[in-house]
T-cell receptor, first 109, second 114 residues
């Protein structure tokens, strides 16, 4: 079974700061998802990665397959970025998605 | 497209009652997923379908849980009989084809079993 670890578990930062959230997994995978869950509970898919780097607006996601590690970066953070960010991996000895426990991000104005 | 639609949004029921959750995936998506989220366990995959066929139901916790997808535009998750430990938020999601495509989540059904 793939072990998915996210760090930090909780992060509070000031508006404008550069944010990095990390995700490590124990077994090789075929893809990795970053999800965002807002305080209201809705879940939105941010990225699906199998290699390299993707960028969407102020969000950047990278993955290093050899090191079994992915990062989610937020540039020029804003209070509306406050949410739980969840990493989920595909494959690696298990069918379906294996989820991390999430990183609870608060951006203060 | 309206996105993934789930109903009801909230359900409160008594222990022992049957609960049916419903999901309409995005048109054209071939894969549908049922997830459960609790404070203790986080998000868990319960079951997923490809082209209306259940592929892996190993995440279904017990025989009390069953899921069907009679056609490409409708799926149900049924709990019979319900127990208080089934209280959770149940999400349905769909994708074009499997786990290596972006998943689109419904708003979730918050189930409370008393």
């Amino acid at each position: 079974k793939n072990e998915v670890e996210q760090s930090p578990q909780n992060l509070t930062a000031q508006e404008g700061e550069f944010i990095t959230i990390n995700c490590s997994y124990s077994v090789g995978i075929s893809a990795l998802h970053w999800l965002q869950q807002h305080p209201g509970g809705g879940i939105v898919s941010l990225f699906m990665l199998s290699s390299g780097k993707k960028k969407h607006g102020r969000l950047i996601a990278t993955i290093n397959i050899q090191e079994k590690h992915s990062s989610l970066h937020i540039t020029a953070s804003h209070p509306r970025d406050s949410a739980v960010y969840i990493c989920a991996v595909v494959g690696g000895g298990a069918d379906g998605l294996t989820f991390g426990k999430g990183t609870h991000l608060i951006i203060q104005p | 497209d309206a996105g993934v639609i789930q109903s009801p949004r909230h359900e409160v029921t008594e222990m022992g009652q049957e609960v049916t959750l419903r999901c309409k995936p995005i048109s054209g998506h071939n894969s549908l997923f049922w997830y459960r989220q609790t404070m203790m366990r986080g998000l868990e995959l319960l079951i997923y379908f490809n082209n209306n066929v259940p592929i892996d139901d190993s995440g279904m916790p017990e025989d009390r849980f069953s899921a069907k997808m009679p056609n490409a535009s409708f799926s149900t998750l049924k709990i019979q009989p319900s127990e208080p430990r089934d209280s959770a938020v149940y999400f349905c999601a769909s994708s074009l084809a499997g786990f290596t495509y972006e998943q689109y989540f419904g708003p979730g059904t918050r189930l409370t079993v008393t």
